[in-house]
């Protein structure tokens, strides 16, 4: 059965490949590409392998310059691979913003790049849509403590490993979120007196380590397969006593809604993502946001009064 060139696409998706901008400059103009598919063809002598779309409005520089760079991009350097990729921007205002160099071809490198390969064109071959390039790499500079930003699934990715103080940090912020929803479910009153005990105690948790969990969650740190399932098993325990809470309510009548699940997890999702915005020089103090993120709260899960009947008994 041949494969579709949809079914190719959609199975390349799932292979995470590190982004790189090739680059070159002839003539007194530069120009670049961003691409994925870079790959090393043998060390000795170093030789590396660069396939460019035949379209591609960089490609004519490149080959008539004879040489070209490749820049493996940091983690937080996307903003570079969408520059080099949209065929909006001109040539020269693709390397606006960043700092580039000549190693010894003169072709451009990024000062600041995980990596930059210096290669003039050993070769060339033809390969469907595309053209095969090999380099012969005659000057290179590597930043090892740099973690390259990746391509996944259509879009920017980074591969970051989480150190062992950063776990232990965001792991007791989680142990901290139990404890907050604990404290709610032992205090006495109704179950909304429950739930916005649990309200203020979680958002107080998030603001006062706001920049731990943004460091955190914004670059999606690998951890390592025990410490993940280890966070993981705190969080459901997390899950599982909020979702209790508002179980309870349902049971007595306060709250009004059909899935708790569901419930507990907007609400968490409402208050934990609190630090995408918040900071200490904001427009509110924490004891305001807490008191608006309850009445939110209670709103969403609340039973509502009847409406009274239009019709009159006779």
Same mark, same amino acid.
């Given at each position: 059965?041949?494969? +579709?060139?949809?079914?190719?696409?959609?199975?390349?998706?799932?292979?995470?490949?590190?982004?790189?901008? %090739?680059?070159? +400059?002839?003539?007194?103009?530069?120009?670049?590409?961003?691409?994925?598919?870079?790959?090393?063809? /043998?060390?000795?002598?170093? !030789?590396? $392998?660069?396939?460019?779309?035949?379209?591609?409005?960089?490609?004519?520089?490149?080959?008539?310059?004879? /040489?070209? $760079?490749?820049?493996?991009? !940091?983690?937080?350097?996307?903003?570079?691979? +969408?520059?080099?990729?949209?065929?909006?921007?001109?040539?020269?205002?693709?390397?606006?913003?960043?700092?580039?160099?000549?190693?010894?071809?003169?072709?451009?490198?990024? *000062?600041?790049?995980?990596?930059?390969?210096? /290669?003039?064109?050993?070769?060339?071959?033809?390969?469907?849509?595309?053209?095969?390039?090999?380099?012969?790499?005659?000057?290179?500079?590597?930043?090892?403590?740099?973690?390259?930003?990746?391509?996944?699934?259509?879009?920017? *990715?980074?591969?970051?490993?989480?150190?062992?103080?950063?776990?232990?940090?965001?792991?007791?912020?989680?142990?901290?979120? %139990?404890?907050?929803?604990?404290?709610?479910?032992?205090?006495?009153?109704?179950? *909304?007196?429950?739930?916005?005990?649990?309200? #203020?105690?979680? +958002?107080?948790?998030?603001? $006062?380590?706001?920049?731990?969990?943004?460091?955190?969650?914004?670059?999606?740190?690998?951890?390592?397969?025990?410490?993940?399932?280890?966070?993981?098993?705190?969080?459901?325990?997390?899950?599982?006593?909020?979702?209790?809470?508002?179980?309870?309510?349902?049971?007595?009548?306060?709250?009004?809604?059909?899935?708790?699940?569901?419930?507990?997890?907007?609400?968490?999702?409402?208050?934990?993502?609190?630090? #995408?915005?918040?900071? &200490?020089?904001?427009?509110?103090?924490?004891?305001?946001?807490?008191?608006?993120?309850?009445?939110?709260?209670?709103?969403?899960? !609340?039973? #509502?009064?009847?409406?009274?009947?239009?019709?009159? &008994?006779?």
């Amino acid at each position: 059965m041949a494969v +579709t060139d949809a079914q190719y696409r959609q199975g390349m998706r799932q292979l995470a490949a590190a982004v790189s901008v %090739i680059t070159a +400059t002839h003539a007194g103009a530069r120009n670049g590409l961003t691409a994925t598919a870079v790959m090393s063809v /043998c060390a000795d002598p170093p !030789r590396l $392998a660069v396939a460019v779309n035949k379209n591609a409005s960089a490609l004519p520089l490149l080959l008539a310059s004879g /040489c070209f $760079a490749v820049n493996v991009l !940091r983690y937080d350097q996307d903003a570079v691979a +969408t520059r080099f990729s949209t065929s909006k921007l001109s040539a020269e205002l693709r390397f606006a913003d960043e700092s580039w160099i000549a190693l010894d071809t003169g072709a451009p490198v990024l *000062a600041d790049a995980a990596a930059s390969f210096d /290669c003039g064109i050993a070769s060339t071959q033809e390969v469907g849509t595309h053209l095969l390039i090999i380099g012969d790499v005659r000057a290179l500079q590597v930043s090892p403590s740099d973690q390259p930003l990746l391509f996944l699934d259509g879009t920017w *990715a980074s591969l970051i490993q989480a150190n062992s103080a950063a776990i232990a940090q965001y792991g007791e912020i989680v142990a901290k979120s %139990i404890q907050a929803v604990d404290q709610a479910a032992a205090r006495n009153g109704s179950s *909304a007196d429950k739930l916005e005990e649990f309200v #203020r105690g979680f +958002t107080a948790v998030n603001i $006062a380590h706001s920049g731990i969990t943004r460091g955190f969650l914004n670059h999606e740190p690998y951890l390592p397969p025990g410490k993940l399932a280890e966070i993981n098993e705190a969080k459901n325990q997390f899950d599982r006593k909020l979702r209790q809470l508002i179980e309870d309510g349902m049971r007595s009548g306060e709250f009004d809604l059909h899935d708790p699940s569901l419930t507990a997890l907007a609400i968490t999702g409402m208050v934990s993502w609190i630090h #995408r915005w918040y900071r &200490e020089e904001g427009r509110y103090s924490p004891e305001q946001i807490a008191e608006r993120l309850t009445g939110m709260v209670i709103n969403m899960v !609340r039973a #509502r009064a009847a409406h009274p009947s239009s019709e009159q &008994e006779v």
